[in-house]
Each structure stands twice: as C-alpha cells, then as structure tokens.
C-alpha cells in the first residue's frame, strides 16, 4: 500500500516490537538497558545481581523476583530521542509460548536476541516462525560477546540457514570474548568502543573516514586490527548490502553485535530500531482493514494480567491501539457485547510503574482496568463494528484435574480458575460428567505458576492431580450435529470458559474415530480468540 498518506507526526514517530529470544540469551537485560538509555531508569537492574538490587523493572510477579525468570509479557513506553518506544517484552520459556504468540499480533516488528556463543537456538525458532507468518520486520541483536562467542560468520550463515532470511551486517565486531573491545558501526562509519569498568556508562565513539583512516589503528591493536579488515573486506564482498524494504517486508535483517549487561551496542541498535523499524502498521480486521491515520478510535485486547497489583483484586486489559488519537474519558464502544465504555483510568506501563494516560496514539499500548469485561481479542471502536482477528488459542498440551485444598471452598476455586481462563494463562474445562475442574496448559511449569498465583492472590491451597486425558480439541459443526454427537460421549465431553463444547481425549486414535464416525462434526486444536 505504497499510495497511504504519510502518517500524522504523533502516530509517525511511535515504534511497537517485542523482544524475542531463547531463556537466558540476555532479553530481559536488553529491556533494562533500553529503559536507561530511555532515561527511564537511572540505573540498570539485574536479573542475577544481590539482593534489592536484583529486581529487574520488568517482571512484576512475585514468581518472576523469586526465579529470575519472566513468565509473563509485560509493556513499557519511553520516549529516545525523536521517537516513542512501546516494548513488549516477552517470556522466553517455552512454556509460555502462547502469551508470546497472542503479544506478537500486537507488534509492528521484533527485535531478535541470540546468544553469541550458542547462535539460534530451539526457542527462537519457533518464535521466527510466528514473526514469519505475520511477515514482521526482524531486527537482529547477538549478544554476550565479551564473552567466548563464536566466529561472526558462523553466527550469520547459522541464522540464514535455520530461519531462511537475508542477514546484513549493520555492525561488526572487534575482537571476541575477553578481547572484545568494540564494533564498527557500518552504516554510520564509526568505530564504538566498550568500557568494561562501568557497566551503565555509554560506549565511546568515534567518527571514521573509512576504513583506512589512522584513527583506527590509535584505537585497535595491531592483531585484532588486521583480522578485522580482513573480515570485513570479506562480509562486504559476501553479505548483501542493507536494503530498507526488504528489511519491512520481513526478508532481511539487520544484526548489531555487543554486550547488554555492558550497555554495549544497545544505543546503536536503538537508532537502528528508530530508523529502520516500521511505523505503526494496517491491522487485519473483519470487515475491514483498520489503518492507523484513521481519524477514529479502534483497538484491540491482547493480553490480560490478573491481579497486577494483589492489594488491589485488578485485572489490567493490555490494549494496542489500531488507529486515532486516544484521550481519557473517552466512551468507546465494547463491539463483542456493544455495550459503551466510558474509559476514565487508562495506564501507561512503565514496567511496574503506571501512570495515567492522559492520551495515546496509533501504535500505543495502554492498560485499561476492569472487572471481567475486556476479554483477549475483544475490539474497542468508535462506535463502528469491526472486530479484529487472528488473535489464536492453542490447545493445551497436558492437562491436570484441579481441586481445592478444602472442599468447602470449591465456589471460590471456580472464580480463581475462570479468572486465569479469562487472563489466557490456562484453558480450564468443565467436564459434563463428575465433579473438579480439568485444567490445561501449554508447558509444566504453569502449573507451578498457577498454583502458587492462586494461593498468593485467592489464599486457596490447590493441588495438581493428572488427569486420565491427555488433549483437548473444539467440537466445530451445526447445533444438531454436535448436540448428537455429545450425547454419544458424554464422558468425554466438557465446556471452557466461554460455554463452548470441547472433546477431551487419551489416544489420538478418539480423535481419529471421530473423524471417521462422525463426518459432520470436525475437531479443531486452535480456536479464534474472539466471541
């Protein structure tokens, strides 16, 4: 769409992505060091330093501090010179891959994060392939490389060939490991070079007339020097050159080398993001595109969090701006229900901290605090119906039966429960036949967050028992069909959240009975986030 008009100014200036990457390739110290850099913090917190001090600003939740790890993707917004950033940063475990998924839909682009020493890893992977399947633009940062990392051009080839994309370098490295002292910025001809002593300092820079300046040989020593000209005589005459469409279009990506924890590269990689990331994009919406420069509001829920703040019982809707200018107060109307909503108290993340929105624009992520009406994918406009799409739920890979640890307050487990449904963090079925609650999850440590989540918030001891059924898949077909159907099976039958049936099953070969029993009754493991 090459004919849109150039974008109001506010809504121009904004850049959504997401952190993506492997657990521990650094993602969480990157988010921290774009805040200082933001002037968002003044000093950099660490996800494995002492005491107080350990407390990263993005993960809120008691488990996150005690594990130092983050399970669930949490916003912020900061301003870096002319442009607004809104990052999300995203739980790299694998066991909450579908929060990760759900935040991808709400992001323009993705800033991927690989290990120097390990290159792309199982995690990052999958994740690619989601950036792939939306086309997001990719921007590329390898980290850790004051420590023992591998040889550049093993790391660039590694990444053409296990996610199929063009990788140019926007920055090479001088020296590896402990003789690491800095990058080449390519695209600005300047040579950026690291402080080790202070960890929160901003690297030195200086200004290159090409490579053959003398300048460069004051700065890097001889051996390290030689290898470096001969490596990038190399990587120009090997590597593609940086094309910016082929940047937006998601089949090219630019890679900045350094060391987050040294607030190395980070800058670099910044106003690479500024400049080279996409502004706020159409959203795919039924039925019709929603563009950003449209005069009216429109968004969409894609995240939910429960209990932010456990003195308050508040649930915070995560929502991603489409189009507009967005100011408090303003009456929205709900499109699921239709119902006007008058938003008084919207927040703007900063990492744990919020403060009132007093505006947003196209591209923004705001919080809107509710009791259960905002759902994930529900669409907030101006009145129009238009409902975004493509916000999936996934069927969950193991399943357990929940019970409480006193049977008296079984009523209280079923709110906890239909909360964490509503939130996303976990499917929860209610079987036709027997009593209890059959939970679902993705990977198996949410069955660890759910349970110490529902004591910390609720005060309810839970156990975790497994349960004879190993998936759950949507019963999709006419009233009549699926209503017969379930009649036959009964036992294997149960409702999720929102009422819809849903076949629980131990073998695959239920699932493919049905399939041959039942041809007007089809199965589905993904389901539309939208009612």
């Known amino acids: 769409m090459t004919n849109r008009p150039d974008l109001p100014p506010e809504i121009a200036r904004r850049r959504t992505f997401a952190i993506i990457s492997h657990p521990d390739a650094g993602k969480t110290t990157l988010t921290e060091k774009f805040l200082l850099y933001g002037g968002a913090i003044q000093m950099a917190g660490q996800v494995r330093a002492k005491g107080e001090a350990r407390r990263t600003r993005s993960d809120f939740m008691q488990m996150e501090k005690d594990r130092g790890i983050s399970v669930s993707a949490s916003a912020m917004s900061f301003d870096f010179e002319k442009f607004r950033f809104n990052l999300v940063d995203t739980p790299g475990h694998s066991d909450f891959s579908e929060d990760t998924y759900r935040t991808l839909t709400a992001v323009d682009a993705a800033v991927m994060v690989i290990d120097g020493a390990k290159g792309v890893e199982s995690q990052t992977q999958k994740l690619f392939e989601v950036c792939r399947l939306r086309d997001l633009p990719i921007l590329t940062f390898c980290n850790k490389m004051d420590r023992e990392s591998r040889d550049t051009f093993e790391i660039i080839d590694e990444i053409q060939e296990n996610l199929a994309i063009d990788v140019t370098p926007a920055a090479w490295p001088i020296g590896v490991g402990r003789e690491f002292i800095g990058t080449y910025d390519i695209l600005r001809d300047r040579l950026e070079l690291m402080d080790r002593a202070d960890r929160n300092k901003v690297a030195k820079s200086i200004a290159i007339e090409g490579l053959d300046d003398p300048k460069l040989a004051e700065h890097v020593p001889e051996h390290l020097l030689e290898k470096f000209l001969e490596e990038i005589e190399m990587a120009k005459e090997l590597l593609p050159t940086l094309d910016h469409e082929a940047v937006l279009n998601g089949s090219m990506t630019p890679i900045w080398f350094g060391s987050a924890i040294n607030s190395f590269g980070v800058k670099e990689l910044m106003d690479g993001i500024g400049t080279y990331g996409p502004e706020p994009q159409v959203q795919t919406a039924q039925p019709r595109e929603i563009a950003p420069e449209e005069k009216k509001v429109a968004g969409f829920v894609f995240k939910v969090q429960a209990n932010m703040d456990p003195k308050h019982r508040d649930r915070v809707a995560f929502l991603r701006l489409a189009s507009g200018h967005f100011e408090r107060g ?53 009145g129009e119906a238009i409902r975004v799409t493509g916000i999936p739920s996934f069927a969950p890979e193991l399943l357990q039966t929940c019970r409480a640890g006193d049977p008296m307050k079984a009523k209280h487990l079923e709110k906890a429960l239909m909360q964490f449904a509503e939130e996303g963090a976990a499917k929860v079925f209610k079987p036709t036949f027997g009593s209890g609650f059959i939970v679902g999850v993705v990977g198996a440590l949410q069955f660890e967050v759910l349970a110490s989540r529902i004591e910390m918030e609720y005060g309810l001891p839970v156990r975790f028992e497994p349960s004879q059924f190993t998936s759950a898949r949507w019963v999709h077909g006419n009233k009549d069909a699926v209503e017969k ?33 039942y041809p007007d009754v089809t199965l589905s493991a993904t389901k539309e986030m939208m009612v």
């Not at 007093?358 to 101006?382: C, F, K, S, V, Y």
């Not at 294997?492 to 076949?503: L, M, Y």
């Open 485 to 517: 159907f379930a009649a036959a099976n009964k036992q294997h039958i149960a409702e999720d959240n929102d009422g819809d049936a849903v076949f629980l099953t131990r073998l695959q070969w239920d699932i493919d009975r049905v399939g041959r029993d």
């Open 330 to 382: 303003m009456k929205l109307t709900h499109v699921r229900s239709k119902k006007q909503m008058a938003i008084t108290n919207p927040v703007l993340f900063l990492a744990a901290d919020r403060e009132l929105a007093e505006e947003a624009w196209a591209g923004d992520i705001i919080g809107i605090p509710n009791h259960g009406q905002l759902r994930i994918g529900d669409t907030l406009t101006e």
